[in-house]
């Protein structure tokens, strides 16, 4: 059983490394820079075995949320939010913990006001299988040039597909 709540300053350590065992070592420092909202899944063991990052549509302050490769939801309205990371420890996947950080970043996305999110979906290894995990929760490509590229779904779909 898994706890899903916002990341506390203590968990910086932990959520760090799950990024080196996911193989984004040279990731990590960009993390521990950014300001944006966390949740982690914490054990009852106390540890983290999971987190996703990401922000909603006027945050930053320019109100943009994708950088310049992604371009905006042009057919949707804001706001929207975009999934920056999410990371299922190696021994915790295939247990639900990444439905439940989907579903409850999903549901303070759409409290905010959002109505679809974005991803990019690792391009690493096993691309194919997390490509598979995101359209199992109603994950389309949004760029028919390149559709393993940027993923979107209406957050109301997510919300359901992840109860």
């Given at each position: 059983m898994v706890t899903v709540r916002w990341r506390l300053d203590d968990d910086l350590r932990k959520v760090e490394a799950l990024i080196v065992e996911a193989g984004w070592a040279t990731m990590a420092g960009s993390f521990r820079r950014s300001k944006r909202p966390c949740l982690v899944a914490e054990g009852t063991d106390g540890d983290i075995v999971g987190f996703i990052q990401g922000l909603v549509d006027?945050?930053?302050?320019?109100?943009?949320?994708?950088?310049?490769?992604?371009?905006?939801?042009?057919?949707?309205?804001?706001?929207?939010?975009?999934?920056?990371?999410?990371?299922?420890?190696?021994?915790?996947?295939?247990?639900?913990?990444?439905?439940?950080?989907?579903?409850?970043?999903?549901?303070?996305?759409?409290?905010?006001?959002?109505?679809?999110?974005?991803?990019?979906?690792?391009?690493?290894?096993?691309?194919?299988?997390?490509?598979?995990f995101f359209e199992k929760f109603g994950f389309y490509p949004l760029d028919p040039q390149q559709p393993e590229h940027l993923q979107g779904v209406d957050l109301a779909t997510l919300i359901k597909l992840t109860a």
């Open positions: 006027g945050y930053p302050p320019d109100g943009r949320i994708f950088n310049e490769c992604f371009g905006p939801f042009e057919h949707v309205d804001p706001p929207h939010c975009k999934i920056d990371w999410i990371c299922v420890s190696k021994r915790a996947r295939r247990t639900g913990v990444g439905r439940r950080l989907l579903h409850h970043f999903a549901v303070e996305a759409s409290e905010r006001g959002c109505s679809h999110v974005a991803l990019k979906a690792d391009e690493s290894s096993d691309a194919g299988g997390r490509l598979a």
